[in-house]
């Protein structure tokens, strides 16, 4: 079956973006209490921002595993929609 693949990439997807959506929410709080300074920062960290950014990094990464899905169910919509 052709679409097998497809299905198994937006099963992928749909899982990812649920995984994003809990990590964004996760890490909400964090980021604006490192910002607004009701969280200590860690050792050696030079400013909030750069706290903050950090906990982002999780954010980031899972957004470009979602990027990277969303190129991958794209490229299999074309391949197997091909004569």
Do not use: H, W
Request: overall charge positive.
């Amino acid at each position: 079956m052709p679409t097998q693949k497809l299905k198994v990439l937006y099963r992928e997807l749909k899982d990812y973006t649920s995984y994003l959506a809990t990590v964004v929410k996760d890490s909400e709080k964090e980021i604006f209490d490192i910002m607004e300074g009701r969280k200590e920062l860690i050792a050696n960290c030079p400013s909030r921002a750069s706290g903050a950014e950090i906990v982002y990094r999780q954010v980031k990464k899972r957004s470009d595993e979602v990027q990277s899905l969303v190129e991958q169910v794209n490229q299999a919509i074309f391949r197997e929609g091909q004569p």
